[in-house]
């Protein structure tokens, strides 16, 4: 991934003064704005499809959709939402995909029922434009790189049907060899991955409440099994950031997804447990995205 990107910057040309012989006036400089690029932007989660047109980082329309559960269905939709938004200025589609991913190629998502599919090459082949493909919070972490807390070591870490993470060492985003930055497979209590323990949350919660319910939701109901429910998720999530913390010792670990709607009681209750992990002799900011929409503005920056 290329993590230099120099994002469509305005260019502006100034005429020169010029003077009025009969009023004697100054006119103000005349300018002409060159187009920023267009490009189509794709956020492709377990839960939600995102699709934007974006010119310069400002989102012009958006649509959004649950993401179909068959692959026949997925494609047909990402392919008609991109063509209901793009129009002959659109230069590029940058998308944000969950991983592991290789040379556009989506490999075996837990998620999205796309396997060994390569994903660059349809849409290449489909809207005849170049195409730029990412993990989906690598796309988060760019946003948040480029326009967001703007650190040169931090760490997102973003909870929707799974949990995705990113990480930049000195203003880059790290990849390892590869498939770098799966932090919702670190392994935890009882052996279970950190996207797991997540996704045993939210089954247990349909399970006890019959319905589905945020955390939000949670926290605002007076309920021994959701304060229940609610100490187990604040605990693993603090070993998941402590160990986080202790291993890279970031400037700032930055929280994306919808849970954080939950707003300063789940902020102040991830911080307490996180430092209960954490052997550092500094506390570690933690934060909730500042962002709106920061994966869809995070696929927008992977293309020029």
Known sequence: MNNQINFGAQKIRSA??????ELSRQFAPKKSRVNIPKVIAVDLGGTNL?????????IIKYIKNITPKTKEELLALLDNTIDSLIDKDVKAIGMGSPGPLENGIIKNPPNIPLKNFNLKKHLETKFKRKVAIENDVHCITLAEKTLGVKKKNFIVIAFGTGIGGGIVIEKNIYTGRKFAGELGHIILQDGKFFETLWQDTK???????KKDLLISELIKMDDKKAKEILEETYDYIGQGLGS????FDPEVIVINGGFTEAGAPLLNKIKQSAKKYSILPHATPIEFSRLRHPGTIGASLLVK
């Open 50 to 58: 995102r699709v934007a047109l974006v010119e310069g980082n400002k």
């Open 203 to 209: 089954k247990k919660i349909k399970e006890t409440f």
């Open 16 to 21: 020169n003064f010029h003077k009025d012989n």
């Open 244 to 247: 986080l913390i202790n291993v």
